[in-house]
């Protein structure tokens, strides 16, 4: 409980100082929750071990071609330190709405002050979270995580990338799960709005559910189908009004042709 203490109260004093004011601007500010937090201290040794073979080798390469290699090799004692205080003071951590990326690293003549960087990456502008390690990464034990954005796809040092993390791995399984989350959450608000949308119902008959307009055209349609029948059976019994009298004049006609 009193590394957490520390580890918060180091947290707000460093906001103070990228913020250029005092503590209570910071008491007043509302910070968001932690979620997940990144580890740096487990892998000092090996990023340093890592840097420092690096500057090795290109101060030998810098030797043979121009002879610059010389004062690189002078200046390594103060560059592991540079080193040392850069890994000290990073942090890398989960928000639920960003991953934040703070470090304070020394300027390459310590004298002169230090570097102060801060970095937010919003959670829905975040693609996935690559672990990368290079041949030379791998023989000392380092790991590098690089964000990418979501989007048109840009070159990789566009991305944000961070070397020296120890936890790697469980830090990517912690951003993945609370992107996973909030996708969900967003699934389900748009379940719950269109549940939220009125519906028909079923029983309802179709001719309530119409406009009176549209009933009154409906009901027109049975009355002209009735007249349209009243007046076939109009034709009909004239038609055989007619046969009948015809029948009958025929009866008549034959007694006289008879006679």
């Known amino acids: 409980m009193e590394s ?3 580890v918060e109260e180091a947290d707000r004093l460093e906001r103070g100082l990228l913020l250029g004011g ?3 601007s910071d008491d007043e500010e509302e910070e968001e929750p932690v979620l997940f937090t990144a580890s740096f201290g487990e892998a000092e040794e090996k990023f340093v071990k890592f840097q420092t073979a690096r500057w090795i080798l290109y101060s030998l390469l810098l030797i043979l071609a121009w002879g610059i290699g010389i004062f690189m090799l002078i200046y390594l004692p103060l560059r592991r330190y540079i080193l040392r205080k850069d890994i000290r003071s ?12 703070k470090v304070r690293r020394p300027v390459p003549f310590p004298c002169f002050g230090v570097l102060k960087k801060e970095k937010h990456v919003l959670l829905p502008s975040v693609a996935d979270v690559v672990i990368e390690q290079g041949y030379l990464q791998s023989h000392f034990g380092v790991y590098s995580i690089r964000i990418e ?3 048109v796809r840009r070159p990789p040092s566009d991305d944000v990338q961070i070397q020296g993390v120890a936890n790697p791995h469980a830090f990517r399984k912690a951003v993945l799960l609370r992107l996973s989350n909030m ?13 939220d949308v009125p519906t028909p119902r079923f ?8 406009s009176p307009s549209k009933s009154l055209g409906h009901d027109s349609f ?21 046969v009948q009298t015809l029948i009958e004049e025929q009866k ?3 007694p006289q042709l008879i006679d």
């Open 222 to 242: 049975p009355r002209l189908g009735e007249n349209a029948i009243l007046q076939k059976l109009e034709e009909v019994g004239s038609s055989v009004k007619r």
């Open 252 to 254: 008549l006609q034959t």
């Open 183 to 195: 996708r969900a959450e967003v699934l389900s608000g748009q379940v719950s709005s269109v549940e």
């Open 149 to 151: 954005n979501v989007g």
């Open 90 to 101: 990073r942090k890398l951590y989960l928000t639920p709405n960003s991953i934040v990326y």
């Open 22 to 24: 005092g503590s209570d």
């Open 203 to 210: 029983g309802h008959t179709p001719v309530t559910s119409m």
């Open 4 to 6: 957490n203490d520390g």
